[in-house]
């Protein structure tokens, strides 16, 4: 061989060395700034999406923004129904996470029947695009070997959400000295509720969180905070991922129930206007597509009559609010009720009116 060729191998050998070498510093690097910049801790879908997966057959999905896991209490409802439940609610979850979180957990466990979480929210239902936020709340904690992760991520923001996946720290919040220690302890990586539960709330698994707030007794109901506009009730894309998770149920055998928890007093209900035109709207929606609604907003008084010490603020049960719903919701998905509903707002406000309105 000449001595040039020598050289030349040598030289190409250094070059991939040194390739190499940066490489894994650079991996090196963005594994520091993940482990300290995501801080995931307390975070209740990192646990309960660990617990979704490890759950077995799932007789009973609930899905839907933080209403959801602050209104079903899931040891109750398998007491209740002796039914395998679980609550999948995550934080200011839209349409198109409950579809992709629906697909997971049929994929993984198996679903009978899917309670969607339609509670009105102006905040959620007039979405026109994702929210990058909420989105990587769930995608975080999806399993890398998932479809699902991939395409959610791809179809919410393209090449731009693959990449927040492998660099969360785009994304991630920065951590606080006294996490650093708990973030490689035995308790987090056990998925411990030690760290996500608080003086004001706890997680009791399986999705629930049981609030011990109660709301104040001089809080305003601002009709601004939760206005229901006549002219736009849900978006385009609100609508669009409503339809898919119909047609995917549809698919799979899965039944699929419209749910609306009592989670809104009836004050914030008066001062949001116009929320007989969106049940009306969401009960065409569930007619035209012969799926159940079940609205506790208008729930009789003989079923379910709410009180101010039953909410957590102006959009949210407590444990205690969450503790009373539940029981009625088994009873009338056991069959003891029959007709459980008023037909309209006005009747539910004039026969049953909680203590909220004057």
């Not at 905040?123 to 975080?140: A, C, E, G, N, V």
């Not at 899965?254 to 206007?273: R, Y």
């Amino acid at each position: 061989m000449h001595i040039f060729d020598t050289i030349k191998i040598d030289i190409n050998h250094g070059i991939k060395v040194q390739f190499f070498l940066k490489l894994v510093i650079l991996t090196i690097i963005i594994f520091i700034i993940n482990f300290y910049c995501v801080n995931d801790i307390h975070s209740y879908t990192r646990i309960m999406l660990n617990e979704m997966y490890n759950d077995g057959y799932i007789d009973i999905l609930f899905l839907g923004p933080s209403s959801t896991y602050l209104s079903f209490d899931i040891s109750i409802i398998e007491k209740e129904t002796g039914l395998n439940a679980f609550n999948a609610g995550t934080t200011s979850q839209n349409m198109q996470g409950s579809y992709y979180l629906l697909k997971e957990a049929n994929e993984s466990n198996g679903i009978r029947t899917v309670f969607l979480n339609v509670s009105y929210n102006n905040t959620l239902f007039h979405l026109t695009k994702p929210l990058k936020k909420q989105t990587y709340l769930i995608t975080d904690y999806l399993r890398n070997k998932s479809v699902n992760k991939w395409d959610y991520l791809y179809t919410a923001f393209g090449i731009e959400g693959i990449l927040n996946e492998f660099l969360p720290f785009l994304h991630g919040s920065s951590f606080s000295p006294r996490d650093i220690k708990e973030h490689i302890t035995g308790n987090y990586k056990n998925n411990s509720y030690k760290y996500v539960s608080y003086d004001n709330e706890a997680y009791y698994g399986q999705g629930f969180v049981y609030s011990f707030d109660v709301l104040d007794k001089n809080y305003v109901f601002d009709g601004k905070t939760n206005y229901i506009d006549p002219g736009n009730l849900i978006s385009d894309f609100t609508l669009n991922y409503l339809f898919k998770i119909i047609e995917y149920c549809k698919k799979h055998n899965i039944e699929l129930v419209l749910v609306i928890p009592p989670n809104l007093p009836d004050a914030a209900l008066v001062a949001a206007q116009n929320f007989q035109r969106y049940v009306d709207a969401i009960s065409k929606i569930a007619k035209d597509n012969n799926i159940e609604l079940m609205n506790f907003s208008l729930a009789k008084k003989s079923v379910l009559t709410m009180e101010r010490i039953d909410y957590k603020d102006h959009y949210h049960l407590n444990g205690l609010g969450a503790e009373k719903f539940s029981k009625c919701f088994c009873r009338i998905i056991n069959k003891e009720i029959l007709d459980p509903f008023y037909s309209t707002y006005d009747q539910k406000l004039i026969n049953n009116p909680d203590d909220t309105v004057q």
